[in-house]
């Protein structure tokens, strides 16, 4: 099967998502939260990936409910500009997240070679 | 890693999307073309996973493109019913990202219980 069908310059791409109750953990959130980690704020790390600031609250907050945990914790600095980071829970959650799909890409990379 | 947020009844979804020039193959032509090898019919097909002709045929178009060669084959009835079958090309590359798929798939199950 392997042998049929080759073709130059084809790639893959691979989502995955955490279910829980509902889906709540893919690229997407994953991709706020590590911007959350770089700018320590919620509101440019949405507007970073062009999210509303609304839908990035949901997203988050929808992870919170299934997880049972914050994925976030915020600070308010003295100037009234609030520092939000994420929580040992989260970051772990995150890391897990990505390992898995590291993981994947590994396996993903071997089985384009094996049938495309 | 592996060991913190373990989580009862979490799973998993995993998408896989095939890229030429572009995106062009994923789970949505796969079933699509697993319809019409069941049904025999790209309408009947489309309207069993209640797409419409148009984008069918759009997304049929758009991997012939991509692959070179069709992959299904018509033949008209004698009372005017055309009949679409897979072609032997587009049968196997069905079958190469179906393949590709579920050992992902294998690969995936053992990873969430590893890290979830």
Do not use: C, Q, V
């Not at 991709?31 to 704020?41: A, M, P, T, V």
């Not at 308010?76 to 829970?89: A, H, V």
Request: proline share 3%; net charge positive.
């Amino acid at each position: 099967m392997g042998e049929d069908n080759k073709k130059k310059n084809i790639s893959y791409n691979l989502r995955l998502t955490i279910i829980g109750e509902e889906k709540f953990f893919g690229p997407g959130i994953a991709k706020l939260l590590h911007l959350i980690d770089e700018y320590g704020s919620i509101r440019s790390a949405a507007m970073a990936m062009d999210m509303s600031y609304s839908k990035a609250w949901k997203i988050l907050r929808r992870a919170d409910k299934e997880l049972g945990y914050p994925m976030l914790e915020s600070k308010n600095g003295g100037d009234g500009g609030g520092k939000s980071s994420l929580t040992p829970e989260g970051r772990a959650f995150l890391n897990n997240y990505d390992n898995m799909e590291r993981e994947l890409a590994e396996t993903a990379d071997k089985l384009l070679k094996k049938y495309f």
